[in-house]
């Protein structure tokens, strides 16, 4: 190894994706409170349990949850839109693809909900997080101005969804 190379050394544990219960929500408002600057009260997740795509990931034998994720579809101009609202992984847990899993899952989801379209918003700045939805197909379609409480805009990304695969 070279002087002053970093080399990340992790333990493959098993991912596994499930929708979030009502005892994953004090774990899931953790990682939000860790992850972003205008964390969502928990009250928020409440409304969205049972919904196919609020889903967590857990690790390991005791299922820790290392992050989450919360989309819904709903209709717009008579076809069905999805929505990621939001996703976060323990800053312990990233780098090891659990967003990307919790992406595609969710992706899944939506498209077993026979939608169409897939958007999302996200911070201008947030590069790891603009690479990961490139990645997953999505493309820039507008800016919402001055989006967030500290005045950063957001980027609105879309994907085009093909939910026959599911039929």
Do not use: C
């Not at 005791?62 to 209709?75: K, P, Q």
């Not at 603009?130 to 805009?153: I, K, M, N, P």
């Amino acid at each position: 190894m070279g002087r002053g190379r970093i080399v990340a050394v992790t333990t493959a544990r098993p991912v596994r994706t499930r929708e979030t219960v009502r005892a994953d929500l004090l774990a899931v408002f953790r990682i939000e409170k860790a992850s972003f600057a205008q964390p969502w009260p928990y009250r928020a997740f409440e409304r969205f349990l049972g919904i196919p795509g609020f889903l967590v990931a857990d690790i390991g034998d005791r299922g820790e949850v290392a992050g989450y994720v919360v989309a819904d579809s709903e209709r717009h101009r008579g076809r069905s839109l999805g929505h990621v609202k939001d996703i976060a992984v323990a800053p312990t847990h990233r780098g090891r693809g659990i967003g990307a899993t919790l992406l595609e899952r969710a992706i899944d989801a939506m498209r077993r909900q026979r939608v169409g379209r897939v958007k999302l918003e996200v911070r201008e700045s947030n590069d790891p997080a603009l690479a990961l939805y490139r990645q997953y197909g999505f493309v820039h379609r507008s800016t919402a101005r001055r989006y967030y409480a500290d005045g950063e805009d957001a980027l609105v990304l879309v994907r085009e969804l093909d939910y026959r695969e599911f039929e």
